[in-house]
């Protein structure tokens, strides 16, 4: 059997704030192609480790690679031109713009054109063949010309990924993406990651264990911390360390 294609890894991750140590030493592989997640009552470090691992922290000690390369250093935008893009760190939803719009000012920033508002509609009609394969992929293709600020909460989500998938990611880093939805929208959005991770590798922080044990091919638990388990959703959640840790902690 084959060595894993590891896409993702992180060795010793340590973070301290001020003598506490919110993330302790965590090992973490994220195979290419797969959906992870990471998981762990309140208070893990859940948000800590993805926010070392997108590079909105820097850590206090340890090391992480995007396909070999050491990025430990490197600065959010700077993994982003590699293929690694946090969703909803852009949170390219204009309000007042159309869905249309809010792709294609994501893709005028891919292609280094940014926010040039003033070009001229040729110009920015060359960004609508890809704009709409866009749209259609998060299944918005019917609220293309809507204001954004009028789309449901779910379906401001799909825009927000689908601004996201503009940038080209290689890994798509998703931030709790259920937070706050009706079940409706969390069956729209579970369906919409299941599509797009046909083509890309994704790492997730979701409450919703659920969703979890529905859409993750592997899962990284963690409690206080540190890894308290690894492996797939049917394993990990009868490991009793696991079992425990959520139980304890209860809901604070």
Known sequence: MSAPDIILSARQLTKRFSGFTAVNGVDLDVERGTIHALIGPNGAGKTTCFNLL???????????????????????????????????????????????????????????????????????????????????????????????GELSYGRKRALEIATTLALEPEMLLLDEPMAGMAQEDVSRISALIRRIAAKRTILMVEHNLSVVADLSDRITVLARGEVLAEGPYETVSKDPRVVEAYIGAGHG
């Open 54 to 148: 997108t590079k909105f922290l820097q850590p206090s000690a340890g090391t992480i690679k995007f396909n070999g390369r050491d990025i430990t250093s490197m600065a959010p935008a700077a993994i982003a031109r590699l293929g690694v893009v946090r969703s909803f760190q852009i949170s390219a939803v204009f309000p007042r713009m159309s869905v249309l719009e809010n792709v294609r000012i994501a893709l005028q920033r891919r292609r280094g054109d940014s926010f040039d508002f003033w070009r001229n509609q040729k110009v920015l009609n060359d960004y609508d063949a890809e704009a709409r394969e866009r749209i259609e992929e998060v299944g918005l293709t019917e609220f293309i010309s809507e204001t954004a």
